[in-house]
Each structure stands twice: as structure tokens, then as C-alpha cells.
């Protein structure tokens, strides 16, 4: 079946340097994006989304990068501070069969190091 | 409230007992959502509330679940004869209009249920 996915379940990284968490998506289909934070013990919280006519997204201290020849969706995040820890989901959606049904990830445990 | 609320935050139940789940949408969204979160998962679709439309219950993983929104508003997610596989956080979110446009969806901080 189609589903999105991350390569890299876990991420640490020092407070200051930038991460890149990335995700693979499979429904050509899919044409709108959405990276979500979730932090222990909360509901997901939206970071920053792409459609797919786009490549690059910038948002404050986060940038998303779509590559959609090899279906690859990353989440860059600049100076990172320890209140960026938490679990990254990347979400994908086809607006034409469904335009709420998101199809997530299973997520990567970023851990920021003081 | 300022935002997507849900009780219990924590539910312990016995294998075989029916559990009741309730979501608070923020005010004024016509759109609601529930998920289901298993340990190191990613989210996973339950059903989907729009208004007054027909709920898409394609999600719901078998019989003994359901749900209801009453009024347009509070929804509850209802687990029969509860299994251990059922063991996971459910998330509820809501989001404002649909016609067509690809809305926010906030989200609940979720109920953490333990079947033993």
C-alpha cells in the first residue's frame, strides 16, 4: 500500500547546529505536505506545510524542501535549541481524492544537546 | 476554550469493558477528527466529522468503534468490548471550513488508554 515513511527514526543533534529531518513519500498523487511537532505528552502541532507546485518553503528558523521526481520531503530546521526536541511527523494528502485525509509518517525523535 | 480539549487524558481499563472518549473542538470549527496513535506510529485515521455531511467512518479498524458529534460541537469516540490492541493515544483535531480548502488542523493533546 502507499504510505509516507522517514528514514531516520532518531536525530541528535548540539543546541546551535541545524538539523535536517527527512521523508519519503509514495502517492504520486500527493500534492500538499504538512510537518507537524509533536512534543511529549501534546497533540501534534503544525510546523510548516508545501504544495506540490513549490520546492522550498522558508518559515521562521525552518525551511521545507520538496523533491517530488524521488518523492522526498525534508524539514530543515537552522540554530536548533533545545525546545525544538521532539517528534517531527511529515504528512502527506492527495487534495483530489481527499482533501482532509492526511496519510502520516511514523515520526523522528529529534533530540537537541545543550 | 482556546483550544482543542480532551477527557480523560489517561484511561485504564479492563479487557472487555466499553470506554468512552470525549473531544471539545475550539469554538466555531466545523470540521473534527479523530486519530489513533500507537506507541512509535505515526497518526492514523479514525473518522471525520464535517457539519451536518454524512461522517467518513472509513478508519474506524472494526464494529466496536464509534463515534457521535452532538450539535455540531463535543464528539465522543466509543471503544466496545475493549482489546489490548486498542492500547494507544487517541487524538482528536479540529479544523475551521472545508469548501474545498486544505485547513489547519489543531490538534487535541490527546487520552492515553491502557487496556490490561
Known amino acids: 500500500g502507499e504510505s509516507v515513511g522517514l528514514h531516520l527514526p532518531t536525530l541528535s543533534v548540539q543546541e546551535g547546529d541545524n538539523s535536517i529531518i527527512n521523508c519519503a513519500y509514495s502517492n504520486s498523487a500527493s500534492d500538499y505536505f504538512i510537518w507537524y511537532k509533536q512534543e511529549s505528552g501534546k497533540g501534534p502541532q503544525f510546523i510548516i506545510d508545501i504544495r506540490s507546485n513549490m520546492d522550498k518553503r522558508q518559515g521562521q528558523r525552518v525551511t521545507v524542501l520538496l523533491n517530488k521526481t524521488v518523492k522526498h520531503l525534508s524539514l530543515q530546521i537552522a540554530a536548533t535549541q533545545p525546545g525544538d526536541s521532539a517528534v517531527y511527523f511529515c504528512a502527506d494528502l492527495d487534495s483530489g481524492g481527499s482533501n482532509y485525509k492526511l496519510t502520516f509518517g511514523k515520526g523522528t525523535l529529534l533530540t537537541v544537546n545543550p | 476554550g482556546a483550544g482543542v480539549s480532551q477527557s480523560p487524558s489517561n484511561k485504564v481499563t479492563e479487557k472487555g469493558k466499553d470506554v468512552e472518549l470525549r473531544c471539545d473542538p475550539i469554538?466555531?470549527?466545523?470540521?473534527l477528527y479523530w486519530y489513533r496513535q500507537s506507541l512509535g506510529q505515526g497518526l492514523e485515521f479514525l473518522i471525520y466529522?464535517?457539519?451536518?455531511?454524512?461522517?467518513?467512518k472509513s478508519g474506524l479498524p472494526s464494529d466496536r468503534f464509534s463515534a457521535e458529534r452532538t450539535g455540531g460541537s463535543v464528539s465522543t469516540l466509543t471503544i466496545q468490548r475493549t482489546q489490548q490492541e486498542d492500547s494507544a493515544v487517541y487524538l482528536c483535531?479540529?479544523?475551521?471550513?472545508?469548501?474545498?480548502?486544505?485547513?489547519?488542523?489543531?490538534f487535541g493533546p490527546g487520552t492515553r488508554l491502557t487496556v490490561l
Open positions: 469554538s466555531g470549527h466545523t470540521a
Open positions: 466529522f464535517q457539519g451536518n455531511s454524512a461522517p467518513d
Open positions: 483535531a479540529s479544523s475551521s471550513d472545508w469548501g474545498g480548502s486544505l485547513n489547519e488542523q489543531f
